[in-house]
């Protein structure tokens, strides 16, 4: 029930505050004998840490996790796994200024209207750090779905302001300093970032991410339905506006004719419903795309008012991220890993285990033996 | 959590197949005191219901609700309201084609992978039919809400195919066989209809609902976020593919300085957010919007598979909708209205009652009184 | 988590008043496969029901179960199973006095309190009216577990007022009106219940339910504890007072040599613990007691205040039932049954399906796969 | 949902084992502005901790506690409050002769069935070790019930082995080694555990918690009843076996015109229900009593078997426990005060802020407004 609980029997309950001593999380539910250890966090925190490049904000942080409990000689015990992450780049004073005021379009009003008291402290528990536990949750669901299932989480941007690729070649994704499917495109998306640095202004991004070799059948209806718990996640995620699954708004302007995926002996002959059919998977790549805002933080001065509800100016000092959607990558990679490693768990407890081989049409036709 | 549940405080749980005997829903936590008659769910459920006018489906149900417990003597008294509507018309010889196949763009391939049995009369738990639960659970909230905080929920169909409104009505709405807000495109949008009826086809369409006097302060960090519920909420309901919060996937092609909405002590100056910042209520509207993609069930032959893994063609015969978003109008407005009571027991619980009076950016810098 | 929803995968929400139109359920998370009918339900219902001998009260239903949802072509379907029962004995007359006044001992005082309004015909929801659907679902749990796991529940009274059986017949209790392990002392406690029924007074009874063939492992530590899931399910029946794990309370008085059951090759040697070691299953038989208190519908008159707080004195009419421990026997077996698969399915989550036979301890040392 | 999550509005996450880096907990749902610093937890910490006389067990911890995150400046803001406290009395060494064993009468056995790994370290997550952070969860809900509703919560010793209080005394429990209402038994009681340790066994104890000025109408019907989730609470502490409200097991013997409380317009004239009708508090002191076995971790030789199967022989050795029920006191009250504080928290939500003042039978009849 708690609000800072995510998942029904993979639960992931994350703490702490941005300038606070420190965040963590509590994974429970992980099945036992799961190898693990904390080095395999670091390369999606670094995936996620602000400094990947120039065209993002130049906050480093150290982000060592350690593992607190649930693991014994390497190997998760069944127990809830506690991870910990000191805080180590405070940089409180570059937030003085916003400690009477209210940023527009960030959550310092809202908090502080719901609790009557907050810490302002670099956002607090709204800042986008909190992400930085969803990204080593979602370690722990890609290793467990990779190795009991096979399957693999890729997440890519698709969209910068008004940009989006020309083409997609997956192996350009990783390499990319924007997760981007065209290399040929990273100079000018270089320059279109160079400028609008200079500007002071930030812009919205797009991510799609896919997952590959989900199993028909996870997912449940009514209220739990996969797209409906994806489209929670992600909407969870900071500075998220929309979520779509497979072809989303573009399917308004859809006929039906257009739009079903038809059905041969040898498989699906498209994929428009993004691998969910009636909140369940249909055994085709689940495919999720995500809207985010431009940062509110940013060099431009802008209209707001303290909390004596005069008015008065805000400006973000300090770092300045100009498109916070492209570290956001692993975090909604993250976030597709839990809720897919949430269901396949409930799937096998209320229908028994489909094996880790991902059913075909023809092969599924057989069905699978139930109880 | 039971999958067929919805909502944490007030929570509503649904079950019946769409030619089964019943469906029905459980009402838990709603607060005692409340008026309640059997006859305040017909409106609703009419405008729900199939048949409304020419342009959807002629299934006709009488959808008479019978309260079977939670109320006494017209109040409710705080324990669970259940609700009951017997299904009167079965019609399954209009699906006897579809029991050993699985149409395409439907749930009947899913459920069968997933349970390896299913309910194939009218599409079983799957159906549409579903809804009707929902939107009799959504007249109890609209009223709570209504009399308890003065909130409004109003939706509307902002696009059909590639047709939008090119005005703005919200008196237009209600009179409107499309639940659209521009009157003068009626007869267009009748003509569109009866083209895209002749074709046998089906289109998509878009639908956006608003809430009004929303107290600033509704939501839970950070997985419980407003914005988040309402993501799951409607993606939840059948043929949704996208859900939008305020500016939705626009954000992304805007600026910061575009975005951010700016606030003076006389209130925010745009609602670009939607009336929603870090997943707490701002205290401005809450703009929500869905994709409703075109139905599968249409007149045209559709490629798919039996069972046995044959090669087979589809034809969906019987009733017809060539736009099922039109009547889910209310099923959007329903689901808005659970998950703002849900969140509004959750807010009083931990934070107090912040009372009927929506709070205004000057009022509310007072502070409201919290423990 | 409505707290009308007993369960967290197999989870079962009960709805209606002693008196309203319907009581019912709805049980979601069930397993597809698993072959039901209304007919089922009859035999529990009957051991439950009043009526059951001249030894209980008279109040006679047909309490026939219809099967709303959920089940097709007399399989589940692993959509919510939706059971409804009507009222046909209303009798509400007999109640007529109690409509001002609080029954010393009953929840008339505390719903009124709580809510402020109360449906008071016949005790309304309070009434153990409400433990029917109880024994309902717990009708599905029993079937499953034993084609399932081959776990098999008998429950048994093992104490009236001060009498206590001089020897234990497992065979004897069906037969029994009493439901009592020793045949010889029927006539004896025929003689106390009618003494007790001349008197106007009733008595409290403590009933003990085993569970045998409980596999090795369910359970969750650390407030999931298959014992502390045991102790909520018991104390939310009516009446109920206290709940005891295998020795309970008599291990205040023992001894760590005394009470700890050793273990041999061969297996445990003694079962003190009652089956649960750390909240999880050992494999040995899971042993409950629960003390139900003395009905306090009693035609002695008692002391009491009506809702204007002016005291005045309550006697009950109509129906008499001077120990309502006997026929609890069954909701206390449906209880068990329904944490125990609840529990199963769980384990199944978390680690993986560990089969249909209960294993031993030498057996079970090899340890089965885990993963 | 997660097994090591426990409250619904209040919900605190334990995690840790005993001998792993560090213990800790997150409570979420804590209302803001509750003022809280980490000096606050010592003095509970030390009534629970083992070594606060020759009686107990001589392990000493410093148990610092850390706050992490949830509290700024002093104050709750309403996030989640996460609390650390690192192990610095590892000695694994004691326990090196359990690495292949079971001990009897401990979880070693059902861990290693359930998950097929275990940590043998002190028991690991099964230790004792967790309940101290259950001790430091209910210093906060302690805080907030005497602050907000001035309830108050006591416990004490009600029965060690054979012994029970020749009389009761509260102001003799918080000065005696043994938690014992009645001082001038303290020698006898000395003696007599003395006697015990030299003989290296250990015996159980009753430990009774009442909590007064607890308001009519805290509790939910039917499965989230105040005693159903007090029964919950305290039979998931470690080595409890039986739990009883009020009379409990003496109930069963009692009539039912001994057994109700009568009401008269100045109040209840006893209190045998101990506080709770139908699963809603009435207004009297909730009286709680627990069943604690004796340890299993004794000096006396015990037959278990090993990983292997084979037979051996199992000695106890390091620190000694012989009635591990004495300091469980304040983990009984920190249990009995986190479920009512999480009733409350859920009673506002449904039924609106009772106010602090706990209702009696004259006021609370002219009805407190309800919405």
Same mark, same amino acid.
């Given at each position: 029930?708690?609000?800072?609980? #995510?998942?029904?029997?993979?639960?992931?309950?994350?703490?702490?505050?941005?300038h606070?001593p420190?965040?963590?999380?509590?994974?429970?539910?992980?099945?036992?004998?799961?190898a693990?250890? *904390?080095?395999? #966090?670091?390369?999606d925190l670094?995936?996620?840490?602000?400094?990947?490049?120039?065209?993002?904000?130049?906050?480093r942080?150290?982000?060592?996790i350690?593992? +607190?409990?649930?693991?014994?000689?390497?190997?998760?015990?069944?127990?809830?796994?506690?991870l910990?992450?000191?805080?180590?780049?405070a940089?409180?004073?570059?937030? @003085?200024?916003i400690?009477?005021?209210?940023?527009?379009?960030?959550?310092?009003?809202?908090?502080?209207q719901?609790?009557?008291?907050?810490?302002?402290r670099?956002?607090?528990?709204?800042? *986008?750090?909190?992400?930085?536990?969803?990204?080593?949750? !979602?370690?722990?669901?890609?290793?467990w779905?990779?190795?009991?299932?096979?399957?693999?989480? &890729?997440?890519?941007?698709? &969209?910068?302001?008004?940009?989006?690729?020309?083409?997609?070649?997956?192996s350009?994704i990783?390499?990319?300093? #924007?997760?981007?499917?065209?290399?040929?495109?990273?100079?000018? +998306?270089?320059?279109?970032?160079?400028?609008?640095?200079?500007s @002071?202004?930030?812009?919205? *991004?797009?991510v799609?991410?896919i997952?590959?070799?989900?199993?028909a059948?996870?997912g449940?209806?009514?209220?739990?339905?996969?797209d409906?718990? +994806?489209?929670a996640?992600?909407?969870?995620?900071?500075a998220?506006?929309?979520?779509?699954?497979?072809?989303?708004? *573009?399917?308004?302007? &859809?006929?039906?004719?257009?739009?079903?995926?038809?059905?041969?002996?040898? @498989? #699906?002959?498209?994929?428009?419903? !993004? !691998?969910?059919?009636?909140?369940?998977?249909? !055994?085709?790549?689940?495919?999720?795309?995500?809207?985010?805002?431009?940062?509110?933080?940013?060099?431009?001065?802008?209209?707001?008012?303290?909390?004596?509800?005069?008015?008065?100016?805000?400006?973000t000092?300090?770092r300045?991220?100009?498109?916070?959607?492209?570290?956001?990558?692993?975090?909604?990679?993250?976030?597709?890993?839990l809720?897919?490693?949430d269901?396949? +768990?409930?799937h096998?407890? &209320?229908?028994?285990?489909?094996?880790?081989?991902?059913?075909?049409?023809?092969?599924?036709?057989?069905?699978?033996?139930?109880?």
């Open positions: 029930m708690s609000s800072n609980t #995510f998942g029904k029997l993979l639960s992931v309950t994350t703490f702490g505050e941005s606070g420190a965040i963590g999380c509590v994974i429970d539910g992980c099945p036992p004998g799961l693990l250890d *904390a080095g395999e #966090f670091r390369a670094e995936r996620r840490a602000t400094g990947r490049s120039r065209h993002t904000s130049q906050r942080e150290a982000d060592d350690e593992i +607190l409990s649930g693991v014994y000689e390497g190997v998760t015990t069944g127990t809830p796994i506690a910990l992450i000191r805080n180590t780049d940089r409180s004073k570059d937030y @003085g200024n400690l009477e005021t209210f940023r527009p379009g960030h959550a310092d009003y809202t908090y502080w719901k609790y009557g008291v907050r810490d302002p670099g956002g607090g528990r709204s800042s *986008a750090r909190e992400t930085t536990m969803r990204v080593a949750a !979602g370690v722990v669901a890609k290793k779905l990779a190795e009991r299932h096979g399957v693999t989480v &890729q997440g890519h941007v698709s &969209q910068i302001g008004e940009v989006v690729p020309r083409g997609f070649d997956a350009a990783e390499s990319s300093p #924007f997760f981007w499917p065209d290399a040929g495109q990273v100079p000018e +998306l270089e320059t279109y970032m160079d400028a609008l640095r200079k @002071g202004d930030s812009v919205g *991004a797009r799609t991410v997952a590959d070799n989900v199993p059948g996870w449940e209806p009514i209220y739990g339905k996969l409906g718990e +994806l489209a996640a992600m909407m969870s995620i900071n998220v506006k929309g979520v779509e699954i497979g072809d989303g708004f *573009a399917a308004v302007a &859809q006929r039906g004719s257009q739009h079903r995926d038809e059905m041969t002996a040898d @498989g #699906f002959l498209s994929n428009h419903a !993004g !691998g969910i059919l009636g909140g369940i998977a249909s !055994g085709q790549p689940v495919v999720v795309s995500v809207a985010f805002k431009p940062t509110s933080s940013i060099l431009i001065p802008g209209r707001s008012v303290d909390r004596a509800g005069e008015a008065t100016e805000v400006v000092k300090g300045h991220d100009p498109c916070v959607g492209i570290r956001a990558v692993p975090i909604v990679e993250a976030m597709l890993a809720v897919l490693m269901q396949a +768990l409930r096998r407890a &209320q229908c028994g285990d489909v094996g880790a081989v991902p059913p075909r049409i023809p092969g599924t036709l057989q069905g699978a033996s139930h109880d």
